[in-house]
Protein backbone atom coordinates (compact mmCIF):
# COMPACT_ATOMS: atom_id res chain seq x y z
CA UNK A 1 0.00 0.00 0.00
CA UNK A 2 1.67 3.33 -1.09
CA UNK A 3 0.15 6.40 0.91
CA UNK A 4 -0.88 9.21 -1.71
CA UNK A 5 1.71 11.82 -0.32
CA UNK A 6 4.44 9.44 -0.72
CA UNK A 7 6.73 8.35 -3.76
CA UNK A 8 8.39 5.06 -4.08
CA UNK A 9 12.64 4.59 -4.42
CA UNK A 10 14.79 1.89 -4.81
CA UNK A 11 17.94 0.67 -3.26
CA UNK A 12 19.74 -2.68 -2.64
CA UNK A 13 17.48 -3.44 0.17
CA UNK A 14 14.00 -2.80 -1.80
CA UNK A 15 11.81 -0.35 -2.53
CA UNK A 16 11.27 2.19 0.30
CA UNK A 17 8.41 4.98 0.70
CA UNK A 18 9.87 8.60 0.45
CA UNK A 19 7.60 11.64 1.20
CA UNK A 20 6.39 13.00 -1.33
CA UNK A 21 7.37 16.69 -0.98
CA UNK A 22 11.26 16.00 0.10
CA UNK A 23 13.99 15.67 -1.96
CA UNK A 24 16.48 13.07 0.06
CA UNK A 25 15.87 9.36 -0.52
CA UNK A 26 16.23 6.08 0.42
CA UNK A 27 19.66 6.01 2.52
CA UNK A 28 18.34 8.87 4.41
CA UNK A 29 14.68 7.28 4.73
CA UNK A 30 16.69 4.28 6.31
CA UNK A 31 18.42 6.34 8.48
CA UNK A 32 15.54 7.94 10.03
CA UNK A 33 14.08 4.07 10.48
CA UNK A 34 17.19 3.12 12.19
CA UNK A 35 18.25 5.44 13.96
CA UNK A 36 14.85 7.53 15.63
CA UNK A 37 17.03 9.08 18.45
CA UNK A 38 16.22 12.48 19.42
CA UNK A 39 14.23 15.22 17.73
CA UNK A 40 15.22 15.08 13.37
CA UNK A 41 17.14 17.51 12.26
CA UNK A 42 19.65 17.85 14.86
CA UNK A 43 22.44 17.45 12.82
CA UNK A 44 24.27 20.70 13.32
CA UNK A 45 22.78 22.67 10.34
CA UNK A 46 26.40 24.73 9.88
CA UNK A 47 27.48 20.84 9.16
CA UNK A 48 24.97 20.87 6.20
CA UNK A 49 25.46 24.00 4.52
CA UNK A 50 29.14 23.64 4.43
CA UNK A 51 28.33 20.34 2.39
CA UNK A 52 27.22 22.71 0.07
CA UNK A 53 30.53 24.22 -0.19
CA UNK A 54 32.07 20.99 -0.28
CA UNK A 55 29.81 19.37 -3.07
CA UNK A 56 30.36 22.27 -4.87
CA UNK A 57 33.85 22.14 -4.83
CA UNK A 58 34.18 18.97 -6.25
CA UNK A 59 32.07 19.45 -8.69
CA UNK A 60 33.99 22.58 -9.98
CA UNK A 61 37.22 19.93 -9.71
CA UNK A 62 35.70 17.05 -11.25
CA UNK A 63 34.96 19.05 -13.90
CA UNK A 64 38.30 20.39 -14.76
CA UNK A 65 39.91 16.73 -14.57
CA UNK A 66 37.25 16.00 -17.30
CA UNK A 67 34.99 13.59 -15.02
CA UNK A 68 31.88 16.02 -14.72
CA UNK A 69 30.15 17.27 -18.30
CA UNK A 70 29.25 21.28 -17.72
CA UNK A 71 25.47 20.52 -17.74
CA UNK A 72 26.12 18.25 -14.49
CA UNK A 73 28.81 20.96 -12.57
CA UNK A 74 26.42 23.77 -13.39
CA UNK A 75 23.32 22.06 -11.99
CA UNK A 76 24.83 20.68 -9.06
CA UNK A 77 26.37 24.05 -8.34
CA UNK A 78 23.08 25.25 -8.46
CA UNK A 79 21.68 23.18 -5.86
CA UNK A 80 24.93 23.46 -3.60
CA UNK A 81 24.03 27.02 -3.53
CA UNK A 82 20.76 26.99 -2.22
CA UNK A 83 21.81 24.37 0.48
CA UNK A 84 24.76 26.76 1.72
CA UNK A 85 22.14 29.12 1.50
CA UNK A 86 19.86 28.13 4.07
CA UNK A 87 17.25 27.14 1.45
CA UNK A 88 16.76 23.67 1.51
CA UNK A 89 16.95 22.88 5.46
CA UNK A 90 14.26 21.19 5.42
CA UNK A 91 15.61 17.63 3.63
CA UNK A 92 17.94 17.13 6.00
CA UNK A 93 16.47 15.47 8.51
CA UNK A 94 18.78 13.37 10.04
CA UNK A 95 19.95 12.85 13.99
CA UNK A 96 23.50 12.88 15.08
CA UNK A 97 23.41 9.17 15.65
CA UNK A 98 24.28 7.69 12.80
CA UNK A 99 27.53 5.63 11.08
CA UNK A 100 30.87 7.08 12.65
CA UNK A 101 31.99 8.33 9.43
CA UNK A 102 29.00 10.35 8.86
CA UNK A 103 27.70 8.32 6.24
CA UNK A 104 24.34 9.05 6.29
CA UNK A 105 24.91 12.95 6.21
CA UNK A 106 27.26 12.67 3.27
CA UNK A 107 24.26 10.82 1.68
CA UNK A 108 21.42 12.82 2.29
CA UNK A 109 23.62 15.53 0.89
CA UNK A 110 23.84 13.67 -2.24
CA UNK A 111 20.94 12.25 -2.51
CA UNK A 112 19.27 16.33 -2.29
CA UNK A 113 21.51 17.23 -5.13
CA UNK A 114 20.22 14.22 -7.14
CA UNK A 115 16.47 15.00 -6.53
CA UNK A 116 16.34 18.90 -6.46
CA UNK A 117 18.79 19.03 -10.00
CA UNK A 118 15.91 16.57 -11.35
CA UNK A 119 13.18 18.58 -10.59
CA UNK A 120 15.06 22.17 -11.27
CA UNK A 121 15.77 20.88 -15.16
CA UNK A 122 11.89 20.69 -15.13
CA UNK A 123 11.28 16.51 -14.03
CA UNK A 124 8.54 15.36 -11.87
CA UNK A 125 10.29 14.36 -8.61
CA UNK A 126 10.49 10.05 -8.19
CA UNK A 127 9.93 9.53 -12.05
CA UNK A 128 11.65 9.98 -14.93
CA UNK A 129 15.68 9.38 -15.26
CA UNK A 130 17.56 11.58 -13.29
CA UNK A 131 20.63 13.47 -14.87
CA UNK A 132 22.85 13.40 -11.72
CA UNK A 133 23.53 10.29 -9.65
CA UNK A 134 24.08 10.19 -6.41
CA UNK A 135 27.04 8.32 -6.14
CA UNK A 136 28.52 8.81 -9.36
CA UNK A 137 27.96 12.83 -10.03
CA UNK A 138 27.60 14.12 -6.66
CA UNK A 139 29.35 12.35 -4.72
CA UNK A 140 32.27 11.46 -7.10
CA UNK A 141 35.87 11.47 -5.94
CA UNK A 142 34.67 11.86 -2.14
CA UNK A 143 34.01 9.77 0.52
CA UNK A 144 32.26 10.26 3.99
CA UNK A 145 35.56 9.80 5.46
CA UNK A 146 36.70 12.80 4.05
CA UNK A 147 33.39 15.04 3.03
CA UNK A 148 32.55 15.10 6.66
CA UNK A 149 35.50 15.79 8.92
CA UNK A 150 35.80 18.40 5.97
CA UNK A 151 32.54 19.87 6.91
CA UNK A 152 32.98 19.47 10.85
CA UNK A 153 35.98 21.25 10.38
CA UNK A 154 34.82 24.44 7.76
CA UNK A 155 31.49 24.41 10.20
CA UNK A 156 33.21 24.89 13.82
CA UNK A 157 36.25 27.50 11.95
CA UNK A 158 33.35 29.66 10.61
CA UNK A 159 31.42 29.60 14.04
CA UNK A 160 34.49 30.19 15.99
CA UNK A 161 35.47 33.64 13.59
CA UNK A 162 32.00 34.39 13.19
CA UNK A 163 30.03 34.14 16.21
CA UNK A 164 32.33 33.36 19.01
CA UNK A 165 35.68 35.41 18.67
CA UNK A 166 33.60 38.52 17.92
CA UNK A 167 30.84 37.58 20.87
CA UNK A 168 33.74 37.46 23.44
CA UNK A 169 35.62 40.39 22.05
CA UNK A 170 32.35 42.04 22.74
CA UNK A 171 31.91 40.89 26.56
CA UNK A 172 35.78 41.84 26.90
CA UNK A 173 35.13 45.49 25.46
CA UNK A 174 32.13 45.50 28.01
CA UNK A 175 34.39 44.20 31.05
CA UNK A 176 36.77 46.94 30.37
CA UNK A 177 34.61 49.79 30.41
CA UNK A 178 34.12 48.38 33.77
CA UNK A 179 37.37 47.81 34.80
CA UNK A 180 37.84 51.55 34.23
CA UNK A 181 34.68 52.65 35.84
CA UNK A 182 35.02 50.84 39.50
CA UNK A 183 38.72 51.64 39.61
CA UNK A 184 37.90 53.50 42.42
CA UNK A 185 35.87 51.69 44.42
CA UNK A 186 37.95 49.67 46.79
CA UNK A 187 36.95 46.05 48.12
CA UNK A 188 38.63 43.22 50.70
CA UNK A 189 40.03 40.72 48.74
CA UNK A 190 39.32 37.09 49.97
CA UNK A 191 42.30 34.13 50.70
CA UNK A 192 41.38 30.57 52.30
CA UNK A 193 38.22 32.36 53.28
CA UNK A 194 39.48 34.96 54.81
CA UNK A 195 39.80 38.63 54.49
CA UNK A 196 43.14 39.58 52.80
CA UNK A 197 44.89 42.63 50.70
CA UNK A 198 41.99 45.42 49.39
CA UNK A 199 41.99 45.93 45.66
CA UNK A 200 39.66 47.74 43.36
CA UNK A 201 36.63 46.51 41.89
CA UNK A 202 38.19 47.58 38.01
CA UNK A 203 41.37 45.15 39.09
CA UNK A 204 39.09 42.58 39.72
CA UNK A 205 37.28 42.95 36.55
CA UNK A 206 41.09 43.50 34.61
CA UNK A 207 41.56 40.21 35.48
CA UNK A 208 38.23 38.83 33.80
CA UNK A 209 39.43 40.52 30.63
CA UNK A 210 43.02 38.97 30.95
CA UNK A 211 41.36 35.53 30.89
CA UNK A 212 38.82 36.32 27.97
CA UNK A 213 41.74 37.92 26.27
CA UNK A 214 43.83 34.71 26.96
CA UNK A 215 41.15 32.57 25.44
CA UNK A 216 40.45 34.66 22.20
CA UNK A 217 44.30 33.70 21.70
CA UNK A 218 43.84 30.21 22.51
CA UNK A 219 40.88 30.11 19.63
CA UNK A 220 42.88 31.85 17.29
CA UNK A 221 45.38 29.34 17.72
CA UNK A 222 43.14 26.25 17.02
CA UNK A 223 42.41 28.17 13.53
CA UNK A 224 45.14 26.86 11.51
CA UNK A 225 44.97 23.18 12.31
CA UNK A 226 41.24 23.56 11.58
CA UNK A 227 41.82 25.00 8.21
CA UNK A 228 43.76 21.20 7.29
CA UNK A 229 41.17 19.49 5.20
CA UNK A 230 40.65 15.91 4.63
CA UNK A 231 38.80 16.63 1.21
CA UNK A 232 40.56 14.49 -1.56
CA UNK A 233 41.67 11.45 0.92
CA UNK A 234 38.34 9.79 0.23
CA UNK A 235 38.48 6.01 1.82
CA UNK A 236 40.36 6.04 4.80
CA UNK A 237 42.83 8.62 3.63
CA UNK A 238 44.07 6.60 0.82
CA UNK A 239 43.13 9.27 -1.90
CA UNK A 240 41.03 5.74 -3.76
CA UNK A 241 39.20 6.77 -6.42
CA UNK A 242 40.20 10.22 -6.83
CA UNK A 243 42.87 11.60 -9.50
CA UNK A 244 46.14 12.89 -8.34
CA UNK A 245 45.96 16.44 -7.18
CA UNK A 246 42.86 16.46 -6.78
CA UNK A 247 42.24 17.24 -2.83
CA UNK A 248 45.24 20.30 -3.75
CA UNK A 249 42.43 21.84 -6.37
CA UNK A 250 39.47 21.56 -3.49
CA UNK A 251 41.25 23.18 -1.26
CA UNK A 252 42.62 25.87 -3.59
Request: hydrophobic share 35%.
Amino acid sequence: FKPMNYRIETDTLGEILIPADKYWGAQTQRSLMNFPIGPPGSMPIEVIHAFGIIKKAAAITNNKFGLLSDEKMKIICRVCDEITDGRLDEHFPLVIWQTGSGTHTNMNCNEVIANRSHVLLGNKSGSGERLIHPNDDANRSQSSNDTFPTAMNMAAYRKIVEYTIPEIERLSRTLSKKTAAMNRIVRIGRTHMMDATPLTLGQGFSGYVSQLKHGIRALKNTLRHLSELAIGGTTVGTGFNSPQGYGREVVA
